[in-house]
């Protein structure tokens, strides 16, 4: 099983965010603890990809449309440090 590490304002921005935003967040983080940032590939909504520019080394995954998590993998200590949740603007 995975560590799945969230930034302090994940929680705050989760009260903002749509019901259907935050319950696909709620099924991601339950993919990764139990699989590993790599099972996501296995399903197309998330479209999970490397991140370049100057957010390279960070990956994101896409909770809508408009809304995508971004985060890392810590490999060494197998730990999903989640950044954020935003509207796609990076």
Known sequence: MWHIREHRDIEKTCRKLPDAVVKKYELW??????HGPGKLKEFPGFH???LIGKREGQRSSRLSLKYRVIYTVEKEIITVLVLEITPHEY
Request: aromatic letters at 12%; charged letters at 65%.
């Open 29 to 34: 983080k339950d993919i990764v603890f139990r």
């Open 48 to 50: 999970d990809e490397k």
